[in-house]
């Protein structure tokens, strides 16, 4: 990892992009200075909650979120319902995700899960 060799060797960035958990390693540990979206001329509000939390550490922001993921279950409702299972009621747990795959690997013979 370049930024933490560079912090070794004393030569760190005045920038720099990090993974989204680095960012909270390294500002436990003191590396970071804090950076808000609005020094930079955004709003706080102009990001998701989810994403703020993502780059701060104890309460103080240190930096702004530049990628943003939306995870998303996706189920067949076809397969569903041929094994038996409501097309329209997704799994609400990972419980009945379980469930739910060893229903359709019984009576279809394919993978619920993957």
Do not use: C
Request: hydrophobic residues 40%; without cysteine; aromatic residues 12%.
């Amino acid at each position: 990892d370049k930024f933490r060799t560079a912090l070794l060797g004393n030569a760190a960035p005045m920038a720099v992009r990090l993974q989204i958990l680095g960012g909270t390693e390294f500002a436990s540990k003191g590396y970071l200075e804090p950076l808000k979206p609005e020094d930079v001329g955004y709003s706080t509000e102009d990001f998701w909650p989810g994403a703020m939390k993502a780059v701060t550490w104890d309460g103080v922001t240190y930096g702004i979120p530049t990628n943003n993921e939306t995870m998303a279950f996706i189920w067949n409702a076809d397969i569903f319902k041929r094994a038996g299972l409501d097309p329209d009621k997704a799994p609400a747990t990972w419980d009945d995700v379980v469930k739910y795959s060893k229903q359709i690997h019984d009576k279809l013979g394919i993978a619920g899960y993957g």
